[in-house]
Nanobody
Framework: QVQLVESGGGSVQAGGSLRLSCAASGYRASSYCMGWFRQAPGKEREGVASLLSDGNTLYAASVKGRFTISKDYATNTLYLQMNSLKPEDTAMYYC?????????????RGQGTQVTVSS
């Protein structure tokens, strides 16, 4: 079992930045691919970014060029740097681990952290 704890969400104005963190722990936590997905009220879940086991990264078209996924392998912490935020980025953001990261389908997920972007 893998435990994921997200942090870093908050409220910002459009054009601002936030950095989300996800601390992973548990059995073989460091061996899994990881990523981020989000869900806004009344909308379908949307994959945001994934860090694959080979080190490659994937981004949703809606965030490419604005968001950057990275990982501190020493602490097994995943990050999502979000710049040039838009109101449509408002959602609950979840960290995921394991599974089919290339299609943003994860075995494990955290409790989420809320991101709210005002215009």
């Amino acid at each position: 079992q893998v435990q994921l704890v997200e942090s870093g969400g908050g409220s910002v104005q459009a054009g601002g930045s936030l950095r989300l963190s996800c601390a992973a722990s548990g059995y073989r936590a460091s061996s899994y691919c990881m990523g981020w997905f989000r869900q806004a009220p009344g909308k379908e879940r949307e994959g945001v970014a994934s860090l694959l086991s080979d080190g490659n990264t994937l981004y949703a078209a809606s965030v490419k060029g604005r968001f950057t996924i990275s990982k501190d392998y020493a602490t097994n912490t995943l990050y999502l740097q979000m710049n040039s935020l838009k109101p449509e980025d408002t959602a609950m953001y979840y960290c995921g681990s394991g599974g089919y990261c290339s299609v943003y389908e994860y075995y494990f997920r955290g409790q989420g952290t809320q991101v709210t972007v005002s215009s």
